[in-house]
């Protein structure tokens, strides 16, 4: 027996580090996934490696059609939806808030905070029709970050997306805790993905000095594995997990304690 026999699982940004692993490990606890990504070739690729009935569908999370069809792909070949991780994102260039331009601050913005609106905007309607119809409700886990629960400088306009999303899992989680719905965030410090990987290259340092002062401010002086984001993912996701609601849950290494 999984955790998420029988379950549906919506999952974007489903070909990067966090994605991909989160789908093996729904897959591996008896999911039913519905997978997305920009990168449509790395999509099919990990759909491929899946031992789990998967649909996939490739496309941009800042167009609001996508998240409109992601629901009506697991409609039609799951028949529900149980249970969405919106977890695509990218990362801003590295520098001060007046250094950003403004046409990226705009893609950030899009990708990272709109595309989670547009997800649950189009997901809520269906867990809160399964509720009503089955008394089966769902649950939403959404990827901020630890720059969505403090400052993150040279970070500025990525932690403000990120906070955003905290606001949108909060407000949301509130207006439907009666109708049947979770709605969580996970707040991951640096974790080892693409997304670290790019910091180490643009640092131009040697990959152990720029991780070291990556981490300077991190209690336990390391970045995070992905399985170790992929757990809190998991837990905040599992129906066992029933009272738990609106949190913004830090993965970070004791940062939020300090
Ligand atoms: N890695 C970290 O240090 C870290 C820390 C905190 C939060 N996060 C968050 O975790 C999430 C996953 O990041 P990751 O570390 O796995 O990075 P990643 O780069 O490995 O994966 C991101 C995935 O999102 C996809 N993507 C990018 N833009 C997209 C778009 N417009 N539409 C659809 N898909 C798109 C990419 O193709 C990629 O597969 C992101 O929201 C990120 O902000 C990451």
Redesign the pocket.
């Known amino acids: 027996m999984g955790r998420f026999d029988g379950a549906t699982v919506l999952i974007?940004?489903?070909?990067?580090?966090?994605?991909s692993s989160a789908a093996k490990g729904f897959a591996s606890e008896g999911a039913r996934l519905v997978l997305?990504?920009?990168?449509e070739k790395?999509l099919a690729d990990l759909a491929g490696m899946l031992p789990s009935e998967t649909a996939i569908l490739a496309?941009?999370?800042?167009d609001e059609k996508?998240s409109e069809d992601l629901v009506g792909l697991a409609i039609e070949k799951f028949g529900r939806l149980d249970i969405a991780v919106n977890?695509?994102?990218?990362?801003q260039s590295f520098v001060r808030l007046p250094q950003v331009p403004s046409d990226e601050a705009r893609r950030v913005l899009e990708?990272?905070l709109l595309?989670v609106f547009y997800a649950m905007k189009h997901q809520i309607p269906q867990m809160e029709r399964q509720f009503k119809t089955s008394g089966k409700g769902g649950a939403i886990v959404n990827?901020?970050?630890?720059?969505g629960l403090s400052g993150a400088p040279k970070l500025s306009v990525?932690a403000a997306a990120?906070h955003g999303v905290v606001g949108l899992t909060r407000s949301a989680a509130v207006e439907y805790a009666s109708k049947g719905l979770r709605i969580n965030a996970i707040?991951?410090?640096?974790?080892?993905?693409?997304?670290?990987d790019s910091f180490v290259r643009v640092s131009g340092a040697p990959e152990a000095e720029a991780l070291a002062e990556l981490t300077r401010g991190v209690p336990m002086k390391r970045?995070?594995e992905?399985e170790e984001v992929v757990t809190a993912i998991l837990f905040a996701a599992d129906p066992a997990n029933s009272f738990m609601t609106g949190h913004a849950l830090a993965v970070d290494g004791g940062v939020g304690a300090i």
């Open positions: 974007t940004g489903a070909a990067g580090g966090l994605g997305s990504d920009i990168d790395a496309g941009n999370v800042a996508l977890n695509a994102g990218i990362v990708i990272d595309g990827i901020a970050s630890a720059a990525y990120k707040c991951p410090a640096h974790t080892r993905t693409a997304m670290v970045v995070a992905v």
